[in-house]
T-cell receptor
Framework: NAGVTQTPKFRVLKTGQSMTLLCAQD?????MYWYRQDPGMGLRLIHY???????AKGEVPDGYNVSRLKKQNFLLGLESAAPSQTSVYFC???????????FGPGTRLTVL | DAKTTQPTSMDCAEGRAANLPCNHS???????VYWYRQIHSQGPQYIIH???NNETNEMASLIITEDRKSSTLILPHATLRDTAVYYC???????????????FGQGTILTVHP
């Protein structure tokens, strides 16, 4: 099993550009999450999904959109990137019944 | 969710036990104690969790006080690869109306030295 994978690993954007981060899991988990981590800080939840076709806002959702068209994939979109969105983005997944979340390796995004 | 308090940093000699404390004095009866760690530049990794009984797995042991207001994560024989930030998180278990959101605080930076 690959676990949780994230694409791409690194990306540099200019202000105003758009992009989509892809998260995929092969563990048949119901729940999926997108977090961001800024230097010296813990992870903050952006959006999450409790099942295929459903998404919800986390702590810091502004400037991001998500979609979960397939159970195994969770996409994070930035429609108009801003320098404040420079961060490391982590995707995670878990079963419905507990909080053992499996994390991907992260995507390092820089917005100039 | 109950708030947790952890020391900012700790040191440990390689081969010795690392004991990482966590205070969660406002924990509710249905809240679990979870421990995760994050090795530099990697995603967080689940270690262990418990409700009120002590727990042990292949990675660590979790000791929860009888009043559940504090806990200790024990790495029995620390190695250099255990150098990481360790997060103590208190949370009701996922399921029902709870989606299992984890709130990561600042954690404890554990440095294992030779």
């Amino acid at each position: 099993n690959a676990g949780v994978t994230q694409t791409p690993k690194f990306r540099v954007l200019k202000t105003g550009q758009s992009m989509t981060l892809l998260c995929a899991q092969d563990m048949n988990h119901e729940y999926m999450y997108w977090y961001r981590q800024d230097p010296g800080m813990g992870l903050r939840l952006i959006h999450y999904s409790v099942g295929e076709g459903t998404t919800a806002k986390g702590e810091v959702p502004d400037g991001y959109n998500v979609s979960r068209l397939k159970k195994q994939n969770f996409l994070l979109g930035l429609e108009s990137a801003a320098p404040s969105q420079t961060s490391v983005y982590f995707c995670a997944s878990s079963r419905r019944t507990n909080n053992e979340q499996f994390f991907g390796p992260g995507t390092r995004l820089t917005v100039l | 969710d109950a708030k947790t308090t952890q020391p900012t940093s700790m040191d440990c000699a390689e081969g010795r036990a690392a004991n990482l404390p966590c205070n969660h004095s406002t924990i509710s009866g249905n809240e679990y104690v979870y421990w995760y760690r994050q090795i530099h530049s990697q995603g967080p990794q689940y270690i262990i969790h418990g409700l009120k009984n002590n727990e042990t797995n292949e990675m660590a042991s979790l000791i929860i006080t009888e009043d559940r207001k504090s806990s200790t994560l024990i790495l029995p024989h620390a190695t250099l690869r255990d150098t990481a930030v360790y997060y103590c998180i208190v949370r009701v278990d996922a399921g029902g109306t709870s989606y299992g959101k984890l709130t990561f605080g600042q954690g404890t930076i554990l440095t294992v030295h030779p």
